[in-house]
Structure formats: structure tokens, C-alpha cells
């Protein structure tokens, strides 16, 4: 962990929200991920296009991607965003059994999208497990975690690819 000290407290220990407004603006890019496990079954009725609520893919990619739009409405001292690209790409792992999902946020601004990658991530593996539990209420969601950002004061960030390899 760095020395760097917390930027969302104030002299006195309150929240606060950070002043970005004297920062440089930049293309700034974070990439997230998670996973959602389950039984072997319940990815297969997911892939075959059966569950009883519709498209879980696609409609877990939709809410992803607006998961990530509304980010500042959710967590709070998070700065509204002009985002200019999310993407959520969900795929399936024969190996878990289950869906994994990697979140792209990218904007050109004065301050980082790693919360808008995390949050689509997030409500992408949420929305599975809703469209699902009527088929397999023991679905574990995790990984959730940040993998990649670049742009901005704190420069270039990257998981080491072995540590996000433990789901």
C-alpha cells in the first residue's frame, strides 16, 4: 500500500469530495471484473437462451452499462461523469462453472473511472444472479476488482494477472 493518505477526508476526518477542478484533463480508462459460479445447468439453460426472465447476457450487459452512467446517484462523494465509452463484455467459464465479466469505463476528464468499471462489473454479475435464482439460488458472485486503469495524476495501474486469477 502507498503512503498516500486518503482523498476523501477532510482536515477533521469528514467526508469530502475532492476538488478536481485544478487537474489536468486526460483519457482516463480503468477495466473491472467479477464472476458469477454456478451450477453447470444454470449456465447451460443461461447459454442455450432459456432462462424464464429472457436474455441474461445481454440484459446483464445493459444494466452494466448503465450501472456505470449512474455511479455518482450510488456511492456517494463519486463526481458526475461524461463518460464517453462503457463497455461490458460477459463470457463463459466451463472451469468455475459460471459467467466471468470484464467492465471498460473511458472518459476524457479531470478525474478516474475506476468506480464506474467496478460499479458496472458489479450490477452486470447482480443482474445475472436475479435473472438466474429461480434456477439456482447457491450462485456466488466475486472477483469483483479492479485489473487495469491509466490517465491522470496517479499514472498507470495493472494488476498482476496471477493474484486476479483466484476465482
Known amino acids: ?29 480503468a477495466v473491472a ?4 459460479r454456478m451450477q453447470p445447468e444454470t449456465l447451460r439453460i443461461i447459454l442455450a ?23 455518482a446517484n450510488l456511492i456517494p462523494l463519486c463526481h458526475p461523469l461524461m463518460l464517453s465509452k462503457v463497455s461490458v463484455d460477459i463470457r ?16 476524457t476528464g ?17 443482474t445475472i444472479y436475479d435473472m438466474a435464482k429461480a434456477v439456482d439460488r447457491d450462485m456466488e458472485i466475486g472477483g469483483i476488482r479492479l485489473l487495469k486503469k491509466s490517465g491522470g495524476r496517479s499514472g498507470d495501474y495493472a494488476r498482476e494477472r496471477d493474484k486476479a486469477e483466484t476465482a
Open 110 to 126: 479531470r478525474t478516474g473511472v475506476e468506480m464506474e468499471a467496478l460499479t458496472a462489473a458489479s450490477i452486470a454479475c447482480l
Open 92 to 107: 463463459p467459464d466451463e472451469a468455475l462453472p459460471g459467467l466471468r465479466i470484464e467492465t471498460l469505463a473511458k472518459l
Open 33 to 36: 471484473e467479477g464472476y458469477v
Open 1 to 29: 500500500m502507498s503512503e498516500t493518505p486518503l482523498t476523501h477526508l477532510g482536515e477533521t476526518g469528514e467526508a469530502s469530495m475532492v476538488d478536481v477542478g485544478d487537474k489536468s484533463e486526460t483519457v482516463r480508462i
Open 49 to 71: 437462451g432459456d432462462a424464464k426472465k429472457g436474455d441474461v447476457i445481454g440484459t446483464a450487459r445493459l444494466a452494466g452499462i448503465m450501472a456505470a452512467k449512474q455511479t
